[in-house]
């Protein structure tokens, strides 16, 4: 049996171009833009071309929004955990890092 890694350079050098399901996710044309688009019904319409992405997606529009910049509330600057951040999940915490990481990425 061959490996995948057989199968992608046999793909690569047959000349097809392989695309990654967040590479179609990327490259769709959503139209003009609009400042009341609706990001939960663009998915429920469009959740089933994007299996893997949309499940992302509604991962991470299910974290609850918070008044508190994620700076302040995730700072290293010897800040003690209050009553709201101690009921925090572990993984809401975790959520919340990650997503922290990303804004960071794109400023």
């Given at each position: 049996?061959?490996?995948?890694r057989d199968r992608v350079k046999r793909?690569?050098?047959?000349?097809?171009?392989?695309?990654?399901?967040?590479?179609?996710?990327?490259?769709?044309?959503?139209?003009?833009?609009?400042?009341?688009?609706?990001?939960?019904?663009?998915?429920?319409?469009?959740?089933?071309?994007?299996?893997?992405?949309?499940?992302?997606?509604?991962?991470?529009?299910?974290?609850?929004?918070?008044?508190?910049?994620?700076?302040?509330?995730?700072?290293?600057?010897?800040?003690?955990?209050?009553?709201?951040?101690?009921?925090?999940?572990?993984?809401?915490?975790?959520?919340?890092?990650?997503?922290?990481?990303?804004?960071?990425?794109?400023?």
């Open positions: 049996m061959k490996s995948l793909l690569k050098g047959s000349g097809e171009f392989v695309t990654s399901e967040f590479d179609r996710y990327l490259n769709e044309q959503l139209g003009e833009e609009e400042d009341d688009m609706d990001a939960l019904s663009w998915w429920a319409i469009n959740g089933h071309r994007f299996p893997i992405v949309s499940r992302m997606a509604r991962d991470i529009l299910a974290i609850p929004l918070s008044t508190v910049a994620s700076e302040s509330a995730f700072s290293a600057g010897g800040r003690h955990l209050d009553p709201f951040r101690s009921s925090l999940t572990p993984k809401m915490v975790q959520a919340l890092v990650c997503v922290q990481d990303w804004i960071r990425l794109f400023e």
